[in-house]
């Protein structure tokens, strides 16, 4: 029972009290030439009991690089991992790009998986889940094949990548707050007709080239670990992934400190945008 209490020796103290908490990792960057969109970072909903006046550190990952011509990776760089109460998020998996003499295009694995390469197909998505966390964190990146228009987007939070079969980066989750984050970045495309938008919860749209203009892919959107847009051509950069963010909530006024303090429904909101430490 929380509360404040009084000992035999005439002090006080507080008992723990409960908490519930959203870990999301940093997304992961596009891939360029019709080139994956990006995984989303992984994305966690857990609970915890904490005790007051203890420190706890909360690691809020950064975004992976998106492709650009000369990488030697080949694929847009994987996120950084998340961190707070003994639990982590995956870092979301990097889009697959292509290069000359590359024989492999296919996305990286992540807290939700990159989208493959469309212009050596075919070439598989990244899986989702790396951690093996139950539930499961994340989705796989969508599937690219040989010509393809927009290549596949990157797996969101919420649903896999590309389940349509036009490039879209999978969609995010809504947390308690009711806010949707964690949306997986879009394809690249070549000679064709549109820009791909990211996944909802902050997926970076797909760049395009049509031989005669390119629209550049976006990032993905910061503190939602929405994965990056992947590039049409190698003219540009793909799009990096968003930053993670941890969130914690508890019922009643506030008790802790640290992060952005807000309140809302009758709960108090401690967001943490960047590393830092969360007291109770």
């Known amino acids: 029972m929380?509360?404040?209490?009084?000992?035999?020796?005439?002090?006080?103290?507080?008992?723990?009290?409960?908490?519930?908490?959203?870990i999301i990792a940093g997304g992961g960057g596009g891939g360029i030439i019709r080139g994956g969109g990006g995984g989303a970072g992984g994305y966690r909903s857990l609970t915890a009991s904490v005790t007051p006046d203890t420190g706890y550190t909360i690691t809020v990952g950064a975004g992976g690089a998106g492709d650009s011509t000369g990488s030697a990776a080949y694929t847009g760089a994987k996120g950084s991992n998340s961190s707070a109460f003994s639990n982590s998020a995956t870092g979301g998996g990097g889009g697959a790009g292509n290069h000359p003499s590359n024989d492999n295009a296919d996305g990286m694995d992540g807290g939700s998986g990159g989208g493959g390469n469309a212009s050596s197909g075919p070439r598989s998505g990244g899986s989702g889940n790396e951690g093996s966390y139950s539930p499961a964190e994340g989705n796989d990146g969508g599937t690219g094949t040989s010509g393809q228009g927009h290549a596949p987007g990157g797996g969101?939070?919420?649903?896999?990548?590309?389940?349509?079969?036009?490039?879209?980066?999978?969609?995010?989750?809504?947390?308690?707050?009711?806010?949707?984050?964690?949306?997986?970045g879009s394809g690249g495309g070549v000679s064709v007709d549109a820009v791909r938008p990211g996944g909802d919860g902050g997926g970076g749209d797909g760049g395009t080239a049509d031989y005669k203009s390119d629209t550049d892919p976006t990032s993905g959107t910061a503190n939602t670990g929405g994965g990056g847009g992947g590039a049409g051509d190698d003219n540009t950069t793909a799009g990096s992934g968003g930053s993670g963010v941890v969130i914690i909530r508890y019922a009643g006024s506030q008790k802790g400190s640290g992060g952005s303090v807000s309140s809302s429904g009758g709960y108090t909101y401690h967001t943490f945008n960047s590393s830092g430490t969360y007291t109770a």
């Open 2 to 22: 929380s509360g404040i209490h009084l000992n035999l020796l005439g002090s006080t103290f507080s008992s723990n009290y409960d908490i519930q908490y959203l």
């Open 156 to 184: 969101g939070a919420g649903e896999a990548g590309d389940t349509d079969g036009n490039g879209h980066g999978g969609d995010g989750a809504a947390w308690l707050d009711g806010t949707t984050r964690g949306g997986g």
